[in-house]
């Protein structure tokens, strides 16, 4: 990831955007270190956490509605945007039309940035746990840094593209009434179960040559309970009373297995009785697909989390 951060860097240079003082307050244990306001709709934190990689800030990108600042009166719903295992908290902005989508309304859209194969989990570590923890970053520290300094309210959604499907469907499974609405994009949303023509169980972290036992550990070494902790499907029932949004193609390899993924979730959710809404037109594992999905659900997804237009 360094070349990734290096980048980063040297483009906010680049840009000569104007650094505010670090926010003093902070809930939880995520702290920011630097505040940077790149545009009136832009702004971008910089975190430091002890569930994260030791030593290492983190971005998130945060878009914010007109008549947004920090010591507004107003409260603003949040939908939280997951990215992929090989994208960062800039692909969403970069890639898609979602600054333009959320400039439509009064809400807030969170990017957080996370390791390439994170797969929104808290790491099993070879039974040691500890760093990192991402699930506990993202889908806790963050919210609650959001909501006691930065004037977020607490109707939240979740979304993201492949290992970020993962981590919406998941987030909203095992998170209790915390989302409103879950929303994923080509997700990697069954990883534990076997499906006629995949090549298996799915791997957290192996596309990225990372140590994919780190991650869940084993399912047939003694960590199944984690994997299915961490499997939208064994944890379906926990997305009732949701809007759900499930979306996947077949134009390649990749595609076809989140497919067969996606439709064991659906089916699993047919039997408990569970709505959702799906699309297998997604077309490719690309941005084009998923930016489409996007523009599709926005206004579903706003309507739960009670974002008004402009």
């Known amino acids: 990831m360094s070349h990734r951060r290096t980048a980063a860097r040297a483009a906010l240079m680049a840009a000569a955007v104007m650094a505010l003082a670090p926010a003093a307050a902070h809930a939880g244990t995520a702290v920011v270190t630097k505040e940077t306001r790149a545009s009136t709709q832009v702004l971008d934190l910089s975190l430091r956490s002890p569930s994260t990689e030791q030593n290492r800030d983190y971005s998130v990108r945060v878009l914010v509605p007109s008549g947004w600042s920090k010591t507004s009166a107003n409260r603003w719903p949040v939908l939280y945007l997951l990215h992929g295992g090989t994208d960062d908290w800039r692909s969403w902005g970069d890639k898609t039309t979602v600054k333009a989508l959320a400039a439509q309304y009064q809400v807030m859209v969170v990017m957080p940035d996370t390791s390439w194969c994170s797969a929104y989990s808290d790491w099993w570590n070879y039974g040691a746990y500890g760093r990192p923890a991402w699930e506990t970053y993202v889908a806790s520290e963050i919210p609650a840094l ?22 919406a469907m998941k987030f909203a499974a095992n998170q209790g009434a915390k989302y409103k609405a879950a929303a994923s994009f080509s997700g990697d949303v069954d990883p534990l179960h076997q499906y006629a023509g995949g090549t ?22 003694g960590q199944l309970n984690i994997w299915q902790r961490n499997d939208p499907w064994n944890q379906a029932e926990g997305l009732r009373g949701k809007y759900l949004y499930l979306s996947s193609g077949q134009a390649d390899m990749v595609e076809q297995q989140v497919d067969r993924e996606t439709r064991g979730l659906e089916a699993r959710l047919g039997l408990l009785g569970i709505p959702y809404v799906s699309n297998h037109a997604n077309g490719g594992h690309n941005w084009t697909a998923w930016n489409a999905r996007l523009v599709e659900v926005w206004p579903a997804l706003m309507q739960a989390i009670g974002a008004v237009k402009n």
């Open 200 to 221: 298996g169980v799915s791997t957290p972290g192996l596309a990225c040559f990372a140590d994919w036992k780190r991650v869940w550990g084993d399912p047939a070494g």
């Open 146 to 167: 959001l909501e006691s300094a930065y004037r977020a309210n607490t109707n939240r959604a979740v979304a993201g593209n492949s290992m970020g499907g993962l981590g």
